[in-house]
């Protein structure tokens, strides 16, 4: 693709298909950004693109994760014993994978966010059993580097600057390359698929993804290297038009709450048009729950809780 970068595709078990991580040569070796999902698919595919190019395991010096989701971090622990690659990340999605790693503690956490948001114990149980699988991937790290954004990577084609850009997780990272206006996005840009902005407690995940969106507008992106999906130009147009259509569900949600108070599990219910599976119904709830919290700390909407249970209103 570009000189000094090597983008390599990895299959994926689920509806997204694949991610990319990318190889980046550094001054001595090289860095990967993100590391795919702890499958022996993944594992092996990626071992035949090193195999490839010539690359053997301790030739990777650094690895970068953008955050701590399955797909970008399951297989790291795996990865790190075998490079011994030090490993880079953002602060808070260290915080967040620890939380994550206490499965117990979390699954209970998440399905009192279910129940409060109005769905029913049967579909919170198939939403339990589905995650189950996925939570091996979550296993505790320890970073050599704590990211907070700022940082300077050097790389043999000129400086990778952290970009910490939260909304999508809270430690979201992306990579930019100035001097070739080249961006590594991770999960926050994806030329076909808006990313997913789930709700977090004590944050407005909406808001700083919308900011953070506004802050890469600013800057000159020739190329953005997305962690799914093909590598594309027109960062600004896609900007515009995914904050469209945040707006859009806002709207969306306002119109329905002014016909009837309602739960967001109802409002999930009339907002999407097929029916969707459990895995994909529950990132659809805190998807709703982080526009409603957006709305809220406007003043646009207000909750009301009866029997453990949230309704939401016009605020
Ligand atoms: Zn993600
Ligand atoms: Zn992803």
Redesign the pocket.
Known sequence: MLPGISLIVLPLPFA?GS?NVYLVQLTGGYLLVDCGMDTHQCFEALWLSLADRGTAWDGIRQILLTHV?P??MGMAPRLLKLTGAKLLLHVQDAEYLAELAQWEHYRTWVGGVLRRSGVSADLIAKIDAGAHEIHKSFQRLKPDVLLTGGEKILSATGELEVLWTPGHSPGHVCLYARERRVLFS??QMLELISPNIGWHPERDPLSEYLNSLQELARLDIDLVLP??GDPFSGHREWIQRTMAHHEQRCASILRLLDAAPQTAAALVNQLWDRRLEPFHYRFAVFEVLAHLEYLERQGKVARREADGVECWLPG
């Open positions: 997204l991610i989701h797909d970008h991770g999960d962690a799914h």
